[in-house]
Nanobody, 116 residues
Framework: QVQLVESGGGLVQPGGSLRLSCAAS????????MSWYRQAPGKGRELVAR????????NYADTVKGRFTISRDNAKNRVDLQMNSLKPEDTAVYYC?????????WGQGTQVTVSS
């Protein structure tokens, strides 16, 4: 079955960096676009970044543009999110999402906390 397992979250000071990874299994990874979403306390889930099947095109939320970079390695079935210049407002649970045509699949999430 489809499995998405995120890792790399944690506590970081403002201005710091983190790299999130999502390990995928149970499907042909290169056949689907992948995304990272986040959900802050008391807020809805929002799209952070998206990458197409072969990584030729990426999209970012305006709030993270220039600071975050999404990438994928289809040989390793993995999608990463490099987060630089982190701000307290980036604090959230970050989720990996696989965009199948009929339905999507979510990972369990990883907590990112930006605080001094």
């Amino acid at each position: 079955q489809v499995q998405l397992v995120e890792s790399g979250g944690g506590l970081v000071q403002p201005g710091g960096s983190l790299r999130l990874s999502c390990a995928a299994s149970g499907f042909t990874f290169s056949s689907v676009a992948m995304s990272w979403y986040r959900q802050a306390p008391g807020k809805g889930r929002e799209l952070v970044a998206r990458i197409t099947r072969v990584g030729g095109r990426t999209n970012y939320a305006d709030t993270v543009k220039g600071r975050f970079t999404i990438s994928r390695d289809n040989a390793k079935n993995r999608v990463d999110l490099q987060m630089n210049s982190l701000k307290p407002e980036d604090t959230a649970v970050y989720y990996c999402y696989a965009e199948f045509p009929a339905a999507g699949y979510w990972g369990q999430g990883t907590q990112v906390t930006v605080s001094s």
